[in-house]
């Protein structure tokens, strides 16, 4: 009998030595799974600039996973909600619970079949964490194994975190904080218990209990899981009569879906970050895509089915909205993003053009010709027109700018060197899309014949918002502001924002009551390009920048829709919200500021000693340089203006709008002066063009005489020559005694 009993007792320990290496020493023998290693890998979360989300990505697996939640973070009713659906006597167990092995076994032995599992869920967790495999009884020995190995190294709370932030909750969502912001768009910390056991009720089988599919399986569950937590204690009466009574409401949540046109713009550019927090304000956001949608639809019956618009905080260049078309979801095109498809702009550039002039010395009451005028291209004769096909006579820098003529503003770019000079500013304002050579844009460039990006022309014009200052766009919040570059004089920059602010300065084209006339002083410029496929308005306070565009992507012609009528509400509609929820200010009176009258016909200025004038303005000078006072000289007898000779046939004609304000000055009274060429005028030689080898040479009055030390001047036709070479040459003109002389840069 001692002999048996001694040998029951060998047998006896070596059993337990077993037990006991099998569950203390096996286990560190089986490596747990590498991905528990390493955190899972996230789609990019784009956040609002007020960090609330606009979009969640799907990682490179198709699934929508929970940012990192730690035990703490977890709501109690879920963790109770979990335990009492997978695994109730959690803790208590070491990875295994033999008694839910022992129940299992009973209950699938007596159904003949397998109707039910006995894994915890330190087991589930091994199991999600190991990547698919063949279920076969080896590979569920080596996860029984891994599980105690798991729980050897990791606490409860590390491993119960880790499962929830892992697990599949069905319709790419993976872990519970995904899970609670798809199914009911809130964040953990708002969930009610029913809604908990409602969550826990889906990993069990989430292809199968789909509630967007079909929702009573789901609830069926959830109300089991319900009563097993006020049986375990975990809910008490009255908790559990209000779960379970309380009705669940779904409501699907994708991950966000706001400002996806800008969201695709960073996407394109691979930022690669788990979460990136944006420049868009979210209520901004969605009041600027309420406006383009309802301005399109009542523009449907004028052919106008797109419209894009960008808001650009001045001080930080930070994006507050872009929206890129009126519906990202429509299709005929919703995913394009007009806002960075390049679009002829039409108009929209000439601002910059004078602001080139006046940096060259011009000043508001400058005079342009708006008279006909033609240029050698290498595509033959350009010959601008205005967008009403009238011409304007005598025309201030104001006036040809607010009224946006094409004849005087590629005039106004001839008169400072041309194309080179215009192509180099926008450049240097970050319009990537002029690739071209100046040459190939030629005059036309500042009337809009080159394609231009919505948000970067917007960027541009809160460089003159800046006062000159350039700060690149941006729409990543954390993105260090820079300093600003001064890309053109502070003076020059006030002069464009009180002109484009001007009602009165626009008058003659867009009316007294146009939707640039806001009730606060902000700066607007429109552009139309050719056969009204693109209209586009642009404009600034002190603070805030915004551009539309309007069109049709397909580029089919609108009905007539100029950019004052198509873009132009849309613009007024986002100012408008601008004012009612932030302080919009102006700009003050810069120091050395001075104001005069001048006469709009001739630019003179007006003093006590001028004639009466029978038309003057205001007009703001800086430092000193006034124009040159008004003499009797300058009028008639009757108060006309007296205009040189090539205004002839304009005063002649249907286009002159001063009627009997204007004459012409009989020969000979004429003092010098030098049409053309203009001073500082930049000419480029072609050989293949006989036409640019000579420049011709024009002054009041036409029997002026002309020399240069430099240049060979002749006279053919009665008209004054010089045959150009490379080189900078002083051209001069000569009549009686007076002498006047202008310079020009040849290159080849």
């Known amino acids: 009998m001692t002999r048996l009993r001694q040998r029951l007792f060998r047998i006896v320990l070596i059993a337990t030595g077993l037990v006991l290496l099998a569950w203390y020493g096996l286990p560190w023998l089986v490596p747990l799974p590498e991905a528990l290693e390493h955190p899972l890998e996230q789609g990019t979360r784009y956040l609002a600039s007020d960090g609330s989300q606009l979009r969640h990505l799907l990682n490179e697996e198709g699934a929508r996973v929970s940012l990192p939640v730690s035990y703490e973070q977890l709501p109690p009713p879920l963790i109770h909600a979990t335990l009492a659906a997978e695994d109730t006597r959690f803790f208590q167990h070491g990875g295994l619970d033999p008694a839910a092995i022992a129940r299992s076994a009973w209950m699938n032995a007596r159904a003949v079949r397998v109707r039910s599992g006995a894994s915890t869920i330190t087991q589930q967790l091994v199991k999600i964490s190991g990547g698919p495999g063949r279920r076969t009884l080896g590979v569920k020995i080596l996860e029984a194994m891994k599980a105690r190995h798991l729980e050897m190294r990791w606490s409860k709370k590390q491993i119960l975190a880790a499962y929830l932030n892992r697990v599949g909750y069905g319709n790419l969502c993976t872990g519970c904080e995904a899970a ?28 199968r209990l789909n509630p967007f599919r079909e929702a009573g399986p789901v609830l069926k569950r959830q109300q089991w899981v319900l009563a097993r937590m006020h049986e375990l204690g975990w809910l008490d009466d009255e908790g559990f009569i209000i779960a379970v009574a309380q009705p669940i409401t779904l409501q699907r949540y994708r991950g966000g879906f706001i400002a996806p046109h800008a969201i695709d713009l960073l996407n394109k550019n691979a930022v690669a970050q788990p979460v990136v927090r944006t420049t868009i304000e979210p209520r901004l956001q ?7 949608a309802r301005r399109l639809e009542g523009l449907r019956s004028k052919r106008v089915e797109h419209a894009a618009a960008v808001v650009i905080d001045n001080a930080t260049g930070h ?11 429509a299709t005929d095109g919703g995913q394009i993003n007009g806002a960075w498809v390049p679009h ?25 010709e708006d008279l006909p005028i033609e240029f050698q291209t290498d595509t033959g004769l350009y010959r601008p027109e205005n967008y009403d096909h009238k011409l304007y006579g005598p025309m201030t820098y104001r006036y040809a700018l607010g009224n946006s003529l094409n004849i005087s503003a590629v005039r106004v770019l001839r008169s400072i060197g041309g194309a080179p000079a215009l192509l180099d500013e926008l450049r ?50 954390d993105e260090a502001a820079r300093p600003g570059q001064r890309l053109i004089d502070e003076h020059s920059a006030w002069w464009i924002a009180d002109i484009l602010s001007d009602n009165q300065a626009r008058a003659i084209t867009f009316g007294l009551r146009s939707p640039l006339r806001l009730p ?17 308005t642009l404009g600034y306070t002190p603070e805030f920048t915004v551009g539309v565009w309007a069109g049709n992507f397909e580029g089919k012609p609108m009905e007539n829709i100029s950019g004052v009528t198509g873009a132009g509400p849309i613009f007024r509609d986002i100012f408008l919200y601008l004012q009612q929820h932030h302080t919009l200010t102006w700009y003050d009176e810069p120091e050395g500021l001075q104001r005069a009258r001048i006469d709009p016909r001739n630019g003179r200025r007006l003093t006590a000693q001028s004639p009466a004038a029978r038309l003057s303005r205001e007009e703001v000078f800086f430092g000193g340089a006034l124009p ?26 249907r286009d002159n709008w001063l009627g009997d304000l204007v004459a012409i000055r009989r020969a000979g009274a004429s003092p010098l002066r030098i049409i053309n060429p203009v001073n500082g005028l930049t000419i480029r030689l072609d050989p293949d063009l006989p036409a640019s080898q000579r420049l011709l040479l024009q002054a009041t009055p036409a029997d002026a005489s002309w020399s240069s030390e430099t240049l060979k001047i002749k006279r053919e036709g009665g008209q004054w020559y010089a045959d150009l070479s490379p080189g900078r040459h002083v051209i001069n003109a000569k009549s009686g005694d007076e002498t006047q002389g202008v310079t020009v840069v040849v290159g080849k």
């Open 180 to 207: 609670a912001e798809g199914c009911f768009h809130k964040p953990l910390c708002d969930l009610t218990p029913a809604e908990c056991a409602f969550l826990a009720a889906l990993p069990q089988a989430p292809g």
């Open 286 to 292: 969605a009041q600027v895509e309420m406006i383009i």
């Open 319 to 329: 994006v507050l909205a872009l929206a890129g078309s009126r519906d990202y979801f």
């Open 344 to 368: 002829s702009p039409g108009s929209a550039l000439k601002p910059f053009t004078y602001a080139l002039a006046f940096e060259h010395g011009a000043t508001p009451a400058t005079i342009v």
């Open 428 to 477: 240097a304002q970050g319009l990537t899309t002029l690739t071209e050579s100046a040459d190939h844009y030629g005059l036309g460039l500042t009337i809009g014949n080159a394609p231009v990006r919505l948000l970067e022309l917007a960027n541009a014009y809160a460089t003159l918002a800046r006062l000159g200052l350039y700060q690149p766009w941006t729409l990543l919040a």
């Open 520 to 536: 606060f002083r902000v700066a607007a410029k429109t552009g139309t390009s050719t056969s009204y496929r693109d209209n586009w």
């Open 628 to 653: 040159q006072a008004a003499t009797s000289s300058d009028y008639d007898n009757a108060g006309r203006a007296l205009l040189a000779p090539e205004y002839s046939k304009w005063i002649a004609g």
